[in-house]
Each structure stands twice: as structure tokens, then as C-alpha cells.
């Protein structure tokens, strides 16, 4: 298996450009999370899914933020306007249930906003 | 939510057993804790996860207290490929929300020095 495989991993924009962030999961998955990190504050969940639909976003910025997954093997997290604050790595990871099932992590999108 | 704590930083020399402590004293009685690595630039990996009992994998052992208020990760016989930031994280496999999903905190930078 590939593994979770995340494109691009390098981003760099200008602030106020749309992002776009993708991920895929590992076949059989159910469950797929996106992590944000940085140095100040660490690794932070944003929003996770349970078979394609949102379970919780309650750590995602409502205003500019948004998290889609169309399918089983695909999901994009999107940036729109982006902010010089929003520079981070963003992890992407996938499990087959949340209930103690390991997480298996992508190698992540280093945005930077200019 | 159940919260870790562990030192900042650790060294150790090269081929010797590394005992990484966390503590939770306020762990609850169905938490698992787990226990997952950082390797530089790289997405965070599974490393060990346990309920009571020591576990034992490829990777590491997981010494848990008989109180359960604390745990010791170890590896028992550091190589440099082992240098990375380390979690300690509690999950309690009963909630679907944020508290059953891993919720990272500053972890441990372990040192390996040849």
C-alpha cells in the first residue's frame, strides 16, 4: 500500500489566493483526519470524516476554511482568501475506525502565504 | 479532557535503552494510551498503545503503572534514526468526537547522540 499520499508538498501563495489542499487515504479506510501544525501551537485536528461526512470541524476556521471529501479515496481541504497566519504543515491521516484504530499520516503540504 | 504530561526534552547515547516517562493522573478508566513518534519532517507514526497491561511491539515496550496515572514508553536500544519529538496521548475509544480522536500535545524531543 502507498500509503496517504498528499499533494502538493510544497505550496507557496500570496495572501488572499484560494489553497487547495489534497489527500488521499488508504484504501479501506473509513475515517480521514487533517492536522494542521505549527511551531506556536503544535498539532491541532481541524476536521475529521466518517465515511465522507463531516463528524467534527469544531477546531477548523468556519470563515475561510473548508473541507470536502467527495469520495472514499479523495478529500481536499481549501484555503480561501489565505492569510500570512494560516503558514503551516498540514498532515492529512486516515484509520480504518477512530475507536483505537492506529492513525497512518501523509508526509504533508508546507504552505507558506506571503 | 484526560491531559499528558512529559519533560521537553531527553537525551541518550546511541544503543542504550531510552525510558521516555508521561504522566495522566487524571486519567479515566476506559482511556487507551498511545503512544506515537515525529521523525524530522515527517508525519507523526504509530508507535504503541496499551490499556493496563505492558505491551510489547517491533518498535518499543509500554510500562504502564499499576494506577494507571502514568506510563514509560521504552526503547531498548536507541539508534540515531530514532530522534523525534514523542507523544504521549490519551484516547478513550467510547467517544466518536474529539475526545476519541488524538489530540496531540507538546511531546518529548528525545536526542540520540552516537
Known amino acids: 500500500d502507498a500509503g496517504v499520499i498528499q499533494s502538493p508538498r510544497h505550496e507557496v501563495t500570496e495572501m488572499g489566493q484560494e489553497v487547495t489542499l489534497r489527500c488521499k487515504p488508504i484504501s479501506g479506510h473509513d475515517y480521514l483526519f487533517w492536522y494542521r501544525q505549527t511551531m506556536m501551537q503544535g498539532l491541532e485536528l481541524l476536521v475529521y470524516f466518517n465515511n465522507k461526512a463531516v463528524m467534527d470541524d469544531s477546531g477548523m476556521p468556519k470563515d475561510r476554511f473548508s473541507a470536502k471529501m467527495p469520495n472514499a479515496s479523495f478529500s481536499t481541504l481549501k484555503i480561501q482568501p489565505s492569510e500570512p497566519r494560516d503558514s503551516a504543515v498540514y498532515f492529512c491521516?486516515?484509520?480504518?475506525?477512530?475507536?483505537?484504530?492506529?492513525?497512518?499520516f501523509g508526509s504533508g503540504t508546507q504552505l507558506s502565504v506571503l | 479532557d484526560a491531559k499528558t504530561t512529559q519533560p521537553n526534552s531527553m537525551e541518550s547515547n546511541e544503543e542504550e535503552p531510552v525510558h521516555l516517562p508521561c504522566n495522566h493522573s487524571t486519567i479515566s478508566g476506559t482511556d487507551y494510551i498511545h503512544w506515537y513518534r515525529q521523525l524530522p519532517s515527517q508525519g507523526p507514526e504509530y508507535v504503541i498503545h496499551?490499556?493496563?497491561s505492558n505491551v510489547n511491539n517491533r518498535m518499543a515496550s509500554l510500562a504502564i503503572a499499576e494506577d494507571r496515572k502514568s506510563s514509560t514508553l521504552i526503547l531498548h536500544r536507541a539508534t540515531l534514526r530514532d530522534a523525534a519529538v514523542y507523544y504521549c496521548?490519551?484516547?478513550?475509544?467510547?467517544?466518536?468526537?474529539?475526545?476519541?480522536?488524538?489530540?496531540f500535545g507538546k511531546g518529548t524531543k528525545l536526542s540520540v547522540k552516537p
Open positions: 496521548i490519551l484516547r478513550d475509544p467510547n467517544y466518536g468526537g474529539s475526545q476519541g480522536n488524538l489530540i
Open positions: 491521516a486516515s484509520s480504518r475506525r477512530t475507536t483505537n484504530e492506529k492513525l497512518f
Open positions: 496499551g490499556l493496563t
